[in-house]
């Protein structure tokens, strides 16, 4: 189901309470100065984003973690907000309580939107995918290429106006067995290269059948879930478990 969010757990507030950084140096949690300016951030980027369209939108900072609530038209827009959110240096964690407004959508006028979208990437006109509507629910169907052509699916689905979820039912095609090894070397080159990514720090990749587990540090979480897409777009990864926690520091 597409509705990701990441929480993180809330510190006690102390004045004596630090963390530490990966280079050993004690860095004080957030205070309210550094939430505020966190907040003036998210108002700023959020006002310039012309694609989204947040009724009612509210702002709540502490320690790092945002709670967002309000109405959009989408759960595209939901998520999209999100990952502008999960972009902007300070954000340690994400508590998305924004809601999709009612729509008077019918189910066939929903299903069509979905459809034309799908159609017009040739990937999906090569596997096309099954879209089932049930009120503002989307089901989809049908079998992918890549782990990265399941989730782009299931987000695309998610941008057509009134929907509020998406059970995402497609499978991955598998070729022959890759190796396990020959998936983690894969998914490492691409995550440790500084031309296409190279951002996530004390970087651990475990591979289960085809399924990547990922471990390590990032500044954002933007980059926590690019490293995501960028390990689903690798030939032979179904799935990715993301475990990379989002702290500052270098």
Excluded: C, W, Y
Excluded at 44 to 52: E, F, I, K, Y
Excluded at 67 to 81: A, Y
Excluded at 142 to 155: H, M, P, Q
Excluded at 169 to 196: C, D, F, K, W, Y
């Amino acid at each position: 189901m597409l509705n990701r969010q990441l929480t993180i757990p809330r510190l006690a507030i102390a004045a004596f309470l630090f963390v530490v950084s990966s280079t050993g140096v004690a860095r004080a949690l957030p205070n309210e100065e550094d939430d505020a300016r966190v907040k003036q951030r998210i108002e700023t980027r959020l006002m310039g984003q012309v694609t989204l369209h947040i009724e009612s939108l509210g702002l709540d900072v502490k320690e790092g973690t945002v709670h967002i609530t309000g109405l959009v038209r989408s759960l595209g827009e939901r998520l999209r907000t999100e990952r502008v959110v999960g972009g902007i240096v300070g954000v340690r964690g994400i508590l998305n309580e924004l809601a999709v407004k009612p729509t008077d959508r019918s189910e066939i006028a929903i299903s069509q939107e979905i459809q034309r979208s799908l159609e017009s990437r040739t990937r999906f006109r090569k596997n096309p995918v099954q879209v089932t509507v049930s009120g503002t629910e989307v089901t989809l169907s049908g079998t992918v290429d890549r782990g990265l052509d399941r989730i782009d699916a299931e987000e695309i689905s998610a941008e057509a106006s009134g929907v509020t979820r998406v059970q995402n039912n497609l499978q991955v095609r598998t070729e022959g067995h890759v190796p396990a090894e020959t998936i983690r070397s894969r998914v490492t080159s691409v995550l440790t290269n500084p031309l296409t990514f190279g951002v996530i720090r004390r970087l651990e990749v475990d591979v289960e059948d085809s399924t990547v587990t990922l471990k390590g540090v990032a500044t954002r979480d933007a980059d926590r879930l690019q490293a995501e897409r960028l390990a689903l777009g690798v030939p032979g990864v179904s799935g990715v478990i993301n475990l990379i926690q989002v702290a500052e520091g270098s």
